[in-house]
């Protein structure tokens, strides 16, 4: 079963930056769309920022010029820089695939199947003023 790996969080001064790792284990042929929510204390979940395997991208409002997603789909991998950060961008950041293709050889073919809608495990962020 594929699994999504966060690293990257911790603390940071107001104005400062960080960048947030994601990566996805297995035998993975390919990922369709893959990016970061997060969860303030007393919120719920929202999008941070996706980017599908062609590279188009979708920032919410909150965070356009100052995050910039990225991808590595050699390596199954998905990066967000946080820059400019600000005490209300305190979160648990999510990493999320929403199919994974994965390939496997069997006796005389090539097999795929899919998982859908995997989250990491959550990393905190905590930007102090």
């Known amino acids: 079963q594929v699994q999504l790996v966060e690293s990257g969080g911790g603390l940071v001064q107001a104005g400062g930056s960080l960048r947030l790792s994601c990566a996805a284990s297995g035998s993975i042929f390919s990922i369709n769309v893959m990016g970061w929510y997060r969860r303030a204390p007393g919120k719920q979940r929202e999008l941070v920022a996706v980017m599908t395997s062609g590279g188009s991208t979708n920032y919410a409002g909150s965070v356009k010029g100052r995050f910039t997603i990225s991808r590595d789909n050699a390596k199954n991998t998905v990066y967000l820089q946080m820059n400019s950060l600000k005490p209300e961008d305190t979160a648990v950041y999510y990493c999320?695939?929403?199919?994974?293709?994965?390939?496997?050889?069997?006796?005389?073919?090539?097999?795929?199947?899919?998982?859908?809608?995997?989250w990491g495990q959550g990393t905190q962020v905590t930007v102090s003023s």
């Open positions: 999320h695939a929403d199919q994974i293709t994965k390939r496997r050889q069997g006796a005389s073919a090539i097999i795929l199947s899919y998982e859908y809608d995997l």
